[in-house]
């Protein structure tokens, strides 16, 4: 325990120690904090108010063809009369105007853009609207006495006796995105860090010095623990730039990414434990190769599982009562993604959470092993990079 110990300090305090991970941290946690201040800088390139005489870019032009409906009841709702089309394709032409609609009758309308734009077009309510009022008059029905009847708001009451997993899904899939950018970012700095002790040969020191499990572990607990204390730390100025800043967005985004306590739990459990599992296999290829140009061909089967699960993982939030999501949330590789997100989007009995966390602490231990054996094979490995066969070989002769 003590040999741990040594590792882990020495190993935590050299990512401390270096400039370029400080530097980094502070650029890092900079750019999350500043991006929220977006909004505040744009509106300080549209604080200019435009001209009276200027038409608006995002006005829109109507030219009427038809004695269905007046002029003057689409100039009420904002639209720009046009005696004819031409004139109208003039302006769209100029981006004066961002569209344009030729009203042909009660039943017909044409839409016009200079460049067509996502988002969905107010004039098509608008005209909808117009067109049931006139239908109602032509049925001599009081349009204002059934607009004032449909107009009545609709109460509307939701009681959750389980998980509300229509509020839950944004920070599900935030928490999906986190596990995904922890692993992969932090998985190939803990296996391009085995290959360089390995290629100067800072290996066969260690090994010598301490047995290969307190070697293994510690290596990895402490970078793993700096890589989860950098990432908190984005989250932290991320946080505090949101909450300086939420007034500049008009509407408050956290009532979006709502978390139960126990949720909140399940996510940090499963994260952090699924987030070593994967270190533990890093580590383990990462000794398997003699240079480090080689460590990305070599994680390259850890990458393509991690992507496959994150895959399964956001696909299978629409769905999350489906047998083969549940299944997913027991299996190792892919419940520390799954198992929150279930937990998060429907009822899930604790004993299945439990089980599945059982199986993962389980798993990782055993990974843990599994890579210090690989990582002491990796020592004796100076030529081309062990392949699994060799690996899997050299494991059941116990070398």
Do not use: C
């Amino acid at each position: 325990m003590k040999r741990f110990g040594t590792v882990f300090a020495f190993e935590a305090k050299s990512f401390l120690r270096k400039k370029s991970f400080l530097i980094t941290t502070l650029v890092l946690m900079l750019i999350f904090f500043g991006v929220w201040f977006a909004p505040r800088i744009i509106s300080l390139f549209n604080s200019d108010p435009p001209a009276e005489d200027a038409v608006r870019s995002d006005a829109e032009g109507f030219v009427l063809l038809s004695d269905d409906f007046t002029r003057e009841e689409f100039i009420e709702k904002g639209y720009i009369f046009y005696p004819d089309e031409e004139a109208m394709r003039k302006d769209l032409e100029e981006k004066k105007l961002s569209s344009g609609f030729v009203i042909r009758g009660l039943h017909a309308f044409d839409v016009l853009f200079q460049d067509r734009q996502l988002g969905n077009v107010q004039f098509e309510q608008d005209f909808a609207v117009l067109r049931e009022n006139r239908i109602l008059e032509k049925m001599n029905v009081d349009t204002e006495s059934y607009r004032q009847l449909v107009d009545v708001p609709v109460q509307k009451n939701y009681t959750v006796l389980g998980t509300d997993g229509f509020s839950n899904y944004p920070i599900t899939y935030i928490f999906i995105f986190i596990f995904y950018f922890l692993v992969i970012f932090y998985g190939n700095v803990i296996s391009t860090s085995v290959a360089r002790e390995k290629s100067d040969r800072t290996m066969e020191l260690l090994i010598t010095s301490t047995d290969t499990n307190s070697l293994l572990f510690g290596k990895v607990l402490g970078a793993g623990v700096i890589g989860v204390l950098q990432f908190s730390l984005l989250i932290v100025s991320a946080l505090a730039g949101y909450f300086l800043n939420k007034d500049a967005f008009g509407i408050d985004i956290s009532q979006f990414v709502q978390v139960g306590t126990k949720e909140l739990v399940y996510f940090i459990l499963f994260t952090i434990i699924g987030y070593f599992l994967f270190l533990f296999l890093y580590a383990g290829l990462g000794s398997a190769v003699s240079k480090v140009e080689d460590v990305s061909s070599s994680t390259t089967p850890i990458t393509l599982t991690l992507v496959a699960v994150y895959m399964v993982a956001v696909f299978g939030m629409s769905m999350p009562d489906r047998t083969f999501f549940k299944i997913a949330s027991f299996i190792p590789f892919s419940s520390p993604m799954i198992m929150p997100s279930r937990a998060n989007l429907t009822s899930v009995p604790d004993i299945q959470v439990m089980i599945s966390l059982g199986i993962l602490i389980l798993t990782s231990v055993f990974l843990g092993v599994f890579a210090a054996r690989i990582y002491r094979m990796g020592t004796l490995n100076y030529g081309n990079r062990l392949s699994f066969k060799r690996m899997f070989k050299g494991l059941l002769k116990n070398q």
